[in-house]
Structures are given as C-alpha cells and as structure tokens.
C-alpha cells in the first residue's frame, strides 16, 4: 500500500525557514505528480502547492509564491519543501498528498504530518 511519512517540521522563529521532507513507499512515485497540503488549528485543508511527476512544472497557491519551494529527487522517493521567510500563517501540520485538486474528502492515503510551529 502506498505510504506517506512526512518530516522536518519543528519550531522556526519568524523570518526563519525549514525545509520539510516527505518519504514514499508502495507506489511508483515518479509516475505521479504530488502535492504538499497544509492544515492550520481550527480550519480546512488548504493547497499549498504541486510538482510535476519530473519536477519540470510546479504550481503554488498565490501566498506561497517567491517564498516556498517545491522539489522532489525521484531517486529517492522523496518530496520536499522549502520554506522561507516564514509567518506566523504558516503554522500548520503540512501533508504530502497525491490530490491537486482540492478535493480531499475521498483521499485515504494520508501521512502523520508534520508540525510547523512559527513563534518567536
């Protein structure tokens, strides 16, 4: 079965940055574009952002752009995210998953996640 372990998450001062990595099993992962989704306290999941199945195209919703990253090594089974110049707004559990579209209701295949704390 297809298995996604996210990780890298942790406490990151404003401004700071982290980068978070995602390990997949079961599947053959470059076959398949992903995504990073990200969950805050009280709200809905919400895109973050989309890599192509070679990493030649991504796509990242309007307020990650110029600070978020996106990149996957095929090689390893494994997707990342950069993020710089983090807000107090990207405190979030983020996700991998293999929905763009936004719709998650139907999706099963979730990882743990992992926790994106921004305080000072």
């Known amino acids: 079965e297809a298995q996604l372990v996210e990780s890298g998450g942790g406490l990151v001062q404003p401004g700071g940055s982290l980068r978070l990595s995602c390990a997949a099993s079961?599947?053959?992962?470059?076959?398949?574009?992903m995504s990073w989704v990200r969950q805050a306290p009280g709200k809905g999941l919400e895109w973050v952002s989309t890599?192509?199945?070679?990493?030649?195209?991504?796509y990242y919703a309007e307020a990650m752009k110029g600070r978020f990253t996106i990149s996957r090594d095929n090689a390893k089974n494994t997707l990342y995210l950069q993020m710089n110049s983090l807000k107090s707004e990207a405190a979030a559990v983020y996700y991998c998953?293999?929905?763009?579209?936004?719709?998650?209701?139907?999706?099963?295949?979730w990882g743990q996640g992992t926790q994106v704390t921004v305080s000072s």
């Open positions: 998953s293999g929905v763009h579209d936004g719709d998650y209701g139907g999706y099963d295949q």
């Open positions: 079961g599947f053959t992962f470059d076959d398949w574009p």
């Open positions: 890599i192509s199945w070679n990493g030649g195209d991504t």
